[in-house]
């Protein structure tokens, strides 16, 4: 079952402009995380943001997180062709022994 | 330090075949994982082993085997192929837990005919 589930599942932006991905997820969570993947490679972990904060920066992204809501936003600034690849958030929840649930992805496409 | 390693990178199999995929880190984490990955479906959890000689099943692990051979390596099995396993495979490790900030393979694509 999918926690996550990111919006747009696409977006194509010109080279320069900001793209901004959400993520909204249905149960209490320990943290989100935020990872991306180039097409037909691993993914590459981003950045974590924890349930008891509200926004995370880390060089041209920003993250933020809004647990009344349960959602989770994704900005990367100044945006480069290098940039292009698919973005999955990450849910830790908060209860039992469940694992890391990933969202089926945004596949963001910087035009040149 | 190469990270997490995978093989094979491909592979095609018949139905009933078997094979083990292999997993290995060199950043002594203790946590390990095996995902699949399918289109419009995420990453879905196979296995994890938590810790050197323990594994428990997530939330797809019917088809599949694992073994935690040391700290460094973690195998998964498909003792009998079937075309619902084409898939792509992708282990990781991270030092904690939960795999916050894990590190995955670069995944091994399978077929199975």
């Known amino acids: 079952s999918q926690q996550g589930e990111e919006d747009p599942q696409a977006l194509s932006i010109q080279e320069g402009e900001n793209a901004t991905m959400n993520c909204s997820y249905k149960t209490s969570i320990n943290n989100l995380q935020w990872y991306r993947q180039n097409s037909g490679r691993g993914l590459v972990h981003l950045i974590l943001i924890r349930s008891n904060e509200r926004e995370k920066h880390s060089g041209r992204l920003r993250v933020t997180l809004d647990t009344s809501k349960k959602s989770s936003s994704l900005l990367i600034t100044a945006s480069r062709a290098a940039d292009t690849a698919s973005y999955f958030c990450?849910?830790?929840?908060?209860?039992?022994?469940?694992?890391?649930?990933f969202g089926t992805g945004t596949r963001l496409t910087i035009i040149p | 330090n190469a990270g997490v390693t995978q093989t094979p990178k491909f592979q095609v199999l018949k139905t009933g075949q078997s094979m083990t995929l292999q997993c290995a880190q060199d950043?002594?984490?203790?946590?390990m994982y095996w995902y699949r990955q399918d289109p419009g479906m995420g990453l879905r959890l196979i296995y994890y082993?938590?810790?050197?000689?323990?594994?428990d099943k997530g939330e797809v692990p019917n088809g599949y085997n694992v073994s935690r051979l040391n700290k460094r390596e973690f195998s998964l099995r498909l003792e009998s192929a079937a075309p619902s396993q084409t898939s792509v495979y992708f282990c990781a490790s991270s030092d904690g837990y939960r795999l916050a900030g894990g590190v995955f393979g670069p995944g091994t694509r399978l077929t199975v005919l």
């Open positions: 082993s938590a810790s050197e000689g323990t594994t």
């Open positions: 950043m002594n984490h203790n946590s």
């Open positions: 990450a849910t830790d929840p908060n209860f039992g022994n469940e694992k890391l649930t």
